[in-house]
């Protein structure tokens, strides 16, 4: 049974809070997003707060219809979308979702996005991105695989790593039949996605796996909250979005709360495998380039802007993008001007990297 908490275990809600000076101003309401964030929020709350067990509630989101932007690629038209099933570490087969374009460049030598969900390593699945994973497979020369990893609570930390992690090494020794290059690969992921993706790309450097020539991650989790005050030089930022952003639309900090309990349980160790934004720069030199954007009125701002800033110290490529006034995956918001922003992005970094020739992001 899904059980929130009543309030905030790991985050202290203060009645005499300040917002910081970099970040606080952040969360002042992008007017458009004003204008409809209690209907969203009502809309939205059916599905966090029932009295199903975890299975039901899963299915509750990956049944919803995902939301779909005006002109954005439709299947059998402009992409086309198949199944397969991986087999990991302990024989367990893991679905993947494969989108590509209906008028491929380049058979054999397309780049690979590869995607994990968001969800909070709780629910979703591949159409949890739908809208981005075929704006992305509409392009030409690019191929997306969207691993459908077991999920929390059943299936805690490592298990949606360890999934993944297979699947993305499945797709480079499959290469060919999937239509990829293997030296041409973005790792790709929103939310706690992001988080996985920012996990892989760090894996894929110390363990030698080439081709990863970016990293996306959108509205990134990077740090689990309880563990803020053990980030390397954690006096250098924020972090206080948490609290800034507690009550805010789409995930507040009780749910995310919920969901880091589902993932790592109620005593986390310190770990970058989960909570990457404990790395010390050493461990995060010599990564991909990577695409960060993150929203202004969401409990994971901070962070989000804490790990571009620390990629950059260690002198990563980072193009971040912060979306003032909006709450986490507002993309998912189809009318919201800067939402087709937020897609423009992600599709013009995609771009750069397909259209370029092998090579140009880890070598190891």
């Known amino acids: 049974m899904v059980v929130f908490k009543s309030k905030p275990e790991y985050t202290v809600l203060d009645p005499n809070f300040q917002p910081g000076p970099k970040n606080g101003h952040l969360s002042e309401r992008d007017p458009e997003y004003a204008a409809v964030e209690k209907a969203a929020e009502e809309a939205l709350r059916p599905l966090w707060y029932n009295d199903l067990p975890i299975d039901q509630w899963r299915k509750l989101w990956t049944t919803a219809p995902p939301p779909i932007p005006k002109g954005c690629p439709e299947l059998g038209k402009e992409v086309s979308e198949s199944y397969g099933k991986v087999p990991v570490r302990d024989g367990t087969e893991i679905e993947i979702k494969i989108y590509k374009s209906t008028t491929p460049r380049n ?43 077991r999920m929390a609570p059943e299936f805690p930390f490592p298990y949606p790593i360890e999934d993944s992690w297979d699947v993305l090494k499945w797709c480079k020794a499959n290469g060919s039949s999937l239509g990829i290059n293997p030296e041409k690969i973005i790792i790709a992921g ?3 996605g992001a988080n996985m993706a920012a996990v892989l790309a760090i894996r894929a450097r110390d363990e030698g796996l080439t ?33 800034q952003n507690h009550n805010a639309g789409v995930i507040d900090t009780v749910r995310m709360e919920f969901v880091w309990d ?26 991909p380039p990577a695409l960060v954007q993150v929203a202004g009125c969401d409990p994971m701002r901070d962070e989000g802007i804490a790990y571009a800033e620390v990629l950059k110290e260690a002198g990563n490529e980072v193009e971040l993008t912060i979306y003032k006034g909006l709450p986490h995956c507002f993309y998912g918001f189809t009318e919201l001007k800067r939402t087709a ?10 771009k750069k990297y397909a259209d370029a020739d092998a090579g140009l992001g880890q070598t190891i």
């Open 190 to 192: 929103n939310s706690s």
């Open 211 to 243: 081709g990863i020539v970016a990293q996306i991650l959108a509205v990134p989790v990077t740090c689990h909250p309880k563990l803020f005050s053990q980030v390397p030089n954690a006096e250098k930022y924020e972090l206080l979005s948490y609290e």
């Open 107 to 149: 058979r054999n030598d397309a780049l690979l996005v590869f995607r994990m969900h968001g969800g909070g390593w709780t629910v979703g699945g591949h159409v949890t991105e739908e809208a981005e994973s075929r704006y992305l497979a509409a392009l030409e020369n690019v191929v997306v695989v969207s691993v459908d990893y």
């Open 341 to 350: 922003e937020y897609f423009e992005k992600v599709v013009a970094f995609v």
């Open 262 to 287: 589902c993932y790592v349980g109620t005593n986390p160790e310190s770990d970058p495998r989960h909570s990457p934004l404990l790395n010390e720069i050493p461990a995060l030199k010599r990564l």
